[in-house]
């Protein structure tokens, strides 16, 4: 398993970007398919964006042209760029790992507030 930790979470208008950031420690990063999760209050935990250790990236409908997830496997990072936030972007975010055995790592979550 994974240790995750986010960063970059805030408060942003609407329109606004914010850069998240999640740091893996443990073994085998490269072969962990990484994603981005998020929870809005009274709602399901969603999948935001994943990307595979050689890059091939997959997002929900609603932020595709608007967020952007990468990762650098040297570092063990991966951050997810959003753009063009929306009110309904406001959720916890959760970094997410999912190994080969579909063992789910998980961080604790940071805050992303899009409000005027």
């Known amino acids: 398993q994974l240790q995750l930790v986010e960063s970059g979470g805030g408060l942003v208008q609407p329109g606004g970007s914010l850069r998240l950031s999640c740091a893996a420690s443990?073994?085998?990063?490269?072969?962990?398919?990484m994603g981005w999760y998020r929870q809005a209050p009274g709602k399901r935990r969603e999948l935001v964006a994943t990307i595979t250790g050689g890059g091939r990236t997959n997002y929900e409908d609603s932020v595709k042209g608007r967020f952007t997830i990468s990762r650098d496997n040297a570092k063990k990072t991966v951050t997810l760029q959003m753009n063009s936030l929306k009110l309904e972007d406001t959720a916890v975010y959760y970094c997410n790992g999912k190994s080969p055995s579909i063992i789910d790592s998980w961080g604790q979550g940071t805050q992303v507030t899009v409000s005027s």
């Open positions: 443990g073994n085998f990063f490269s072969i962990y398919v």
